[in-house]
């Protein structure tokens, strides 16, 4: 079964922090572009961040200094630290490998 699995999501309250991981179970994630996207309730998919193979990495404007992208390569892992949450974080949030994408993992951020 070749696909991406995310876990990690739940509910948390305004400031708390989560971390998000993307297995690759059958995906060779080593020397991929990765990325996280999100897809809030009543939104469009929105990028959030991205690393490179060689581990550059780039945010959108609305998570920078808040959410860390990072990957394990021996781990075929990619994470996603999010701290400093906002209830507008709330959404479906999505690993994704080229065309490929998880089936996500729910963030929701409430007081």
């Known amino acids: 079964d070749v696909r991406l699995v995310e876990s990690g999501g739940g509910s948390v309250q305004p400031g708390g922090s989560l971390r998000l991981s993307c297995a690759g179970n059958?995906?060779?994630?080593?020397?991929?572009?990765m990325y996280w996207v999100r897809q809030g309730p009543g939104k469009e998919f929105e990028w959030v961040a991205r690393?490179?193979?060689?581990?550059?990495?780039d945010y959108s404007q609305s998570v920078k200094g808040r959410f860390t992208i990072s990957r394990d390569n021996a781990k075929n892992m990619v994470y996603l630290q999010m701290s400093s949450l906002r209830i507008e974080d709330t959404a479906m949030y999505y690993c994704?490998?080229?065309?490929?994408r998880g089936q996500g993992t729910q963030v929701t951020v409430s007081s």
């Open positions: 690393i490179s193979p060689d581990d550059i990495k």
């Open positions: 994704v490998k080229g065309q490929s």
């Open positions: 059958g995906f060779n994630l080593r020397g991929a572009w």
